[in-house]
């Protein structure tokens, strides 16, 4: 899909870091081949995600957020004089896409990233960004292994993970629910099968509830009703499910149509509106994990009503954590003087920004410090906290 990349083009000077721009909604989904190389006086902020196809609404808020931030960074003077500028790069959460946005942005000599969205994408894009020394900072993968296994010193994020997600959830379904039969399913992705794993190992370990079912389905199917028979001939109470919204709207109404109406609680890649709009009626009651919101926060009050004024609605999946994200970036440049990668990695561990998620910096793994999930559930076609 085509469309055009609004470039908020702004003069000052300094080289080496790229951002990335979109236009209003209807203009926002962008191509790697639409981007054109920044000027070399401007601080670039790249911006790399699902911006078209079916996991758009999760990219598209994040492109957004990033163009807020930058507008209100550049009404104020800018980075040390310097102008933020944006370029876009969709890779519609497929590696093979993101590996290409990766190796773009890279050639344009960009220096730091928001992105990726999905972490499948993330993991496949960030060797090309370590080799070349530039950071990354995701608002929304969630794979434990991004940050814990130590493997990506450039990479960040302003979510949490999710050993800690899974955990959550299972938790909730166990201690709330009173759930004793769980079954566990998943899209076999990084993102999807890591949150179902950690909820299965939480659920194993507590002893409380069995998992009568542990299964991986495919992407993109059109008919799940295999699966939905094998979950209700284990003589489940509760569907677990790791992955996104397209995969549980097609398997919640499946389960329905078939008289299974039991609990089916689900992650940040479910806790969408896209997921209600798909699933209709059949969403009300799903529960969903997701990224705890600050209402009371003055800046996520200002992010949220910023939004609202320049694009007539509410904001997003993600876009808290994607303001934070170029909050961050920008703020660890500005602490460091420069663009140089040691001394802005360095900021982000040390420097504390107030952000619509909370006062943070990120720990020695990349991780933002002090953020956590909550459970919301649909009511009434719209997702509500319930803890």
């Known amino acids: 899909m085509k469309s055009r990349l609004l470039m908020t083009v702004l003069g000052v000077a300094m080289a080496g870091l790229l951002v990335v721009g979109c236009g209003k909604k209807e203009e926002q989904k962008a191509e790697a081949t639409n981007a054109t190389a920044p000027a070399s006086n401007k601080l670039v902020l790249g911006v790399a995600g699902a911006q078209s196809g079916d996991l758009a609404s999760y990219g598209l808020p994040t492109l957004n957020a990033a163009k807020l931030v930058a507008k209100d960074i550049n009404a104020k003077g800018g980075v040390h004089g310097m102008q933020v500028e944006i370029m876009a790069m969709d890779d519609q959460c497929k590696p093979e896409l993101a590996t290409n946005a990766a190796t773009k942005l890279v050639s344009e000599k960009v220096g730091i990233v928001i992105g990726h969205i999905c972490s499948g994408a993330t993991k ?51 201690d709330t629910l009173k759930l004793k039969k769980i079954a566990v399913i998943h899209d076999k992705g990084d993102y999807g099968k890591g949150f179902a794993e950690s909820a299965k190992e939480a659920l194993d370990n507590g002893k409380q509830a069995k998992v009568v079912m542990f299964e991986g ?7 799940y009703s295999a699966v939905v028979q094998k979950i209700k001939a284990a003589g489940a109470d509760c569907v677990l499910f790791g992955g996104y919204h397209p995969e549980a709207s097609k398997i919640v109404a499946q389960m329905h149509k078939k008289g299974l109406k039991v609990a089916f609680v689900s992650d940040d890649g479910v ?57 961050a970036l920008l703020n660890a440049v500005d602490k460091a003087g420069s663009t140089d990668y040691d001394k802005v990695v360095a900021a982000l561990r040390k420097e504390y920004i107030e952000t619509p998620v909370g006062k943070i910096k990120f720990d020695d ?18 997702y509500e906290l319930v803890k």
């Open 124 to 174: 496949a894009a960030l060797p090309i960004y370590k080799d070349a020394k530039v950071i990354v900072m995701s608002p929304s993968a969630t794979s434990t292994e991004l940050t814990q296994n130590g493997s990506y010193p450039n990479f960040f994020r302003t979510i949490s993970y999710d050993l800690l997600q899974g955990k959550a959830a299972a938790t909730f379904v166990v």
């Open 217 to 223: 389905i495919t992407p993109g199917g059109v008919d």
């Open 271 to 327: 806790k969408d509106d896209t997921f209600i709009k798909t699933a209709g009626p059949d969403a009300e009651g799903v529960y969903a994990t997701g990224p705890q919101i600050l209402a009371d926060n003055e800046v996520y009050k200002k992010a949220v009503a910023d939004y609202k004024q320049a694009y007539g609605e509410e904001p997003g999946a993600f876009f808290p954590q994607a303001y934070a994200a170029a909050q």
């Open 365 to 382: 793994k990349g991780d933002a410090e002090g953020v956590s999930f909550s459970v919301y559930q649909v009511k009434s076609g719209k």
